[in-house]
């Protein structure tokens, strides 16, 4: 949630140490000057970004002149390409002080993860009611061993027509989603084989099935979502790499990026010839609460809370108490309200802030097991509290479920009648063989109506292919750097690149099994690559990188009322150009936010 120029992030945050195991042959920077053309007919915290040996500021390229600005880039067929900042021009004393008020900001606003050597390493003794309490860690105890985030120091530049673009085509993302989610005969057809050789996603089929045998019906269907795209250089094509349906993590971080990028060039963006108006305000942690709780309100239990599902050992915990924190305390209205002379004079100051007041709770799947109970009626009680909402920051990966107990709790979450975010069929949609069947001709069409909406999706459409296409499969295997082969995994580190493609392919052929049913192939993306400025562990370096653009959505139904269909908020990622993968979470990316051009 990347590479020499060329990538992919890679999706949800995941911390497990296997998001960092996968090889990957990198193409070298004159590969990228021949990105191919497709015909689109089917259409925490490891790091990865080299440091310097000592906590100073260091640049692989001098830093001498004492101004930055914003070129545009050569153009093609009069579509604006990529501009980028132009960092030979900026001093060397600007960047420290922005790199030390940036993270003074940090640190002041919640801008953190857990961090890393402290949960692995370092045994904290507390003292409470004089009895010694040892193990505490960073991913178990908020507030113990926090480090700032991983961010860009200034935003990056981004084409303001394929920002509207991305932001224009997510209420019909989240449409189409729920209404693959009821089409319960395609997710099953469309992942029959890939459940014969995937055992995760077999378990997952598994469940679907056992809700489609019982009847179980969704009534209020919640949905927070995020679309990851990518900006070809070549075609100047916005293109997706992926829909996110399940724990699409830093809504809460990602917000506040945009508000440190904004402050910084408030202070120092007369120097730096930059407008704070140009980068898009980002309310996806708002929005995302203000979806819960109007889930919880449409369940219609008030003694009712909402359930977070995390990991066990969550580094990215602060993100998530951000929207646990929006759903308890108030927050401000988002409108212009006229204060009167009067209230002045009389020393009253309107109470401009409402509040969901609503509860939260956060259980491992293994707890719920533990604690779980299914009612008579289908309402579920975890700990003794009426769960109205479900809320997954786990499970959507193979390590979330060591034991059985893990998967008797998701079983459990899926019988009962409290909301579900996402359900078992909103998960499934979001796999990588679903994706890859709604890019062939005319299944839109089977879930769509509306031709306009369908040409829009289009549009963001990759090359996406099945690898039981052996013409495709040849050219992955001529042609590998031209391609990524993706198996059926969120959460970064997953993905082939390169040479290992075509090992990887012709493993398979050799095999003449059907495991060629676990992965897909998509069209590989090479993005524009522009020098910038990346932060992590307190230590500013800047190389060459290249971002990915995630739109957040929300959808809420009740039957056959919508509720919520919008887009809400953003995350942008900046990653070295020289890296394939580009989880944030996974050590291979930074936090980012748009400067609009």
């Not at 960092?87 to 002080?97: E, P, S, T």
């Not at 809504?251 to 904004?262: E, K, N, T, Y």
């Not at 449409?298 to 759903?327: F, G, K």
């Not at 799947?365 to 509290?385: F, K, P, R, T, Y």
Request: charge should be negative; aromatic fraction near 8%.
């Amino acid at each position: 949630m990347v590479k020499m120029g060329v990538a992919h992030f890679s999706g949800s945050y995941s911390p497990v140490p296997s998001d960092t195991m996968y090889s990957s042959t990198l193409l070298s920077k004159s590969s990228i000057k021949t990105s191919p053309v497709f015909t689109l007919n089917n259409q925490v915290f490891q790091t990865h970004i080299p440091k310097p040996l000592n906590n100073n500021f260091h640049s692989s390229q001098p830093l001498t002149l004492k101004s930055l600005k914003v070129r545009a880039m050569d153009t093609q067929e009069g579509v604006p390409s990529m501009p980028s900042f132009d960092f030979h021009g900026i001093d060397q004393k600007l960047v420290d002080r922005m790199v030390y008020d940036s993270l003074v900001w940090s640190s002041l606003h919640g801008l953190v993860v857990g961090d890393k050597s402290v949960q692995a390493s370092i045994n904290l003794i507390l003292m409470l009611d004089y009895r010694i309490v040892q193990g505490q860690r960073s991913g178990k105890v908020p507030g113990v061993g926090m480090v700032h985030a991983p961010f860009a120091l200034l935003p990056m530049p981004f084409p303001e027509t394929h920002w509207k673009q991305a932001c224009e085509v997510a209420p019909i993302f989240n449409e189409l989603v729920d209404r693959v989610s009821l089409d319960a005969k395609f997710l099953q057809d469309s992942l029959s084989r890939t459940k014969k050789v995937d055992a995760f996603t077999s378990r997952l089929l598994d469940i679907h099935s056992k809700m489609l045998d019982i009847n179980k019906k969704e009534e209020i269907r919640l949905g927070l979502h995020r679309s990851d795209y990518m900006l070809d250089e070549q075609t100047k094509s916005l293109l997706q790499i992926e829909m996110n349906t399940i724990s699409s993590s830093f809504a809460g971080l990602s917000s506040l990026v945009s508000d440190l990028h904004r402050s910084l060039l408030d202070n120092y963006g007369k120097l730096l010839n930059l407008d704070s108006k140009r980068v898009p305000g980002n309310t996806a942690a708002s929005q995302f609460a203000d979806a819960l709780a109007k889930a919880w309100t449409e369940y219609n239990n008030p003694r009712s809370t909402v359930m977070v599902v995390a990991q066990a050992d969550e580094r990215n915990m602060y993100d998530q108490h951000w929207l646990s924190s929006l759903l308890k305390e108030r927050y401000p209205f988002h409108v212009n309200v006229p204060v009167e002379e009067k209230w002045i004079v009389e020393g009253f100051v309107p109470q401009l802030y409402d509040t969901h007041n609503i509860t939260s709770i956060r259980k491992t799947l293994a707890e719920i097991d533990a604690e779980g109970e299914l009612q008579a009626d289908g309402s579920l009680m975890v700990d003794g509290q009426a769960i109205s909402v479900i809320y997954f920051r786990a499970g959507y990966t193979p390590t979330d479920y060591p034991s059985e107990s893990e998967w008797r709790a998701r079983l459990l979450l899926e019988q009962s009648s409290a909301v579900k975010c996402p359900s078992i069929s909103y998960h499934l949609v979001g796999t990588k063989k679903i994706q890859q069947e709604l890019a062939k001709p005319n299944v839109l069409e089977r879930f769509l109506d509306n031709k306009e909406d369908i040409a829009k999706l289009r549009k963001c459409f990759a090359g996406l292919w099945s690898l039981d296409n052996s013409d495709i499969v040849n050219k992955a295997i001529e042609r590998p750097e031209l391609f990524v082969m993706k198996p059926q995994r969120e959460g970064g580190g997953n993905n082939i690149y390169g040479n290992d493609v075509r090992e990887a392919l012709k493993a398979l052929q050799k095999e003449g099994t059907e495991e060629d049913a676990a992965y897909i192939l998509m069209q590989r993306i090479f993005p524009t690559v522009f020098s910038t400025f990346l932060l992590r562990d307190g230590i500013c370096h800047k190389d060459d990188a290249i971002s990915e653009l995630g739109i957040y959505g929300a959808y809420l139904r009740n039957k056959e009322r919508v509720i919520i269909n919008e887009q809400c908020g953003y995350l942008m990622r900046t990653k070295v150009s020289s890296s394939d993968e580009g989880g944030v979470a996974a050590g291979f990316a930074v936090l980012d936010s748009l400067y609009l051009t």
